[in-house]
């Protein structure tokens, strides 16, 4: 099991426990002030937290083919089709013309330092690559855990995207494992190191994610 360690973000307005072995892009490379981006040390895995303005969005979308967990239909609400809404700027145009994505599930989730009525979901997608043959930064296959956290009260959606390349094994291959579920028993992709890893983090966010200083949204911080 990976190392965790506390992890401040956005001038510490936020907090969160992340791997001891991802570090800051923003040493690297310049990152958007609504932005905070992590990246493995070694792979190609990273962790993007992405503050944008609250979605207020009714119905439809990718949710309504989701698998959900939960007793509760996701694609029936808001929420569910503000996450939409959120996708539709997250992957590309073709990628969903070419039927290279995949939304195998949403479900609710709770995050126990936001409010209880927070509304916080998660899913997991698949994106295939044109070049599926070579080897590249995003692989063949990027698998994608997100987290959506809707802080009503600064009307903020807070999303965070894990990205995971995957670059080994054939497309299909590798898809056709996607419908296990590490809380249910890990088998198929989830055997995977860097998959493991992964479903440790976004579990770890959702205990660990608290917002410390609220005047970040009041303008002067990052969507000011």
């Given amino acids: 099991m990976a190392d ?3 992890v401040a973000l956005f001038g510490g307005a936020i907090t969160v426990q992340l791997p001891a072995s991802f570090t800051d892009a923003s040493a690297l490379r310049q990152v958007p002030d609504s932005q905070e981006v992590y ?3 070694t792979g190609f895995s990273s962790v993007v937290f992405d503050l944008t303005e609250r979605v207020e969005a009714g119905g439809g979308g990718d949710g309504a083919n ?3 967990n939960d ?16 996708m539709a700027d997250l992957i590309d145009d073709a990628d969903r013309r070419e039927g290279r994505y995949t939304l195998w599930r949403t479900t609710r989730a709770t995050a126990p330092n936001v409010a209880p009525e927070t509304p916080v979901l998660t899913r997991l997608v698949t994106v295939k690559h044109d070049a599926a043959g070579q080897r590249n930064d995003r692989g063949r296959l990027t ?3 997100l987290i959506l956290i809707r802080l009503e009260r600064v009307k903020t959606d807070v999303l965070v995207s894990i990205n995971v390349p995957h670059h080994d094994r054939g497309v299909d291959e590798v898809e056709d494992e996607w419908e296990g579920d590490p809380a249910n028993g ?6 995977r190191p860097e998959m493991q890893m992964a ?5 770890e966010i959702l205990r660990s994610f608290t917002v410390v200083d609220w005047r970040l949204f009041d303008g002067g911080g990052a969507l000011g």
């Fill in 66 to 68: 989701a698998n959900d």
């Fill in 186 to 191: 890990v088998r198929g992709a989830w055997l």
């Fill in 199 to 203: 479903a440790a983090m976004q579990d």
């Fill in 71 to 86: 007793n509760d239909n996701p694609s029936a609400d808001p929420d569910a089709a503000a996450f939409d809404a959120h």
């Fill in 143 to 145: 698998a994608i855990l």
């Fill in 39 to 41: 990246l493995a040390r």
């Fill in 4 to 6: 965790f360690q506390p």
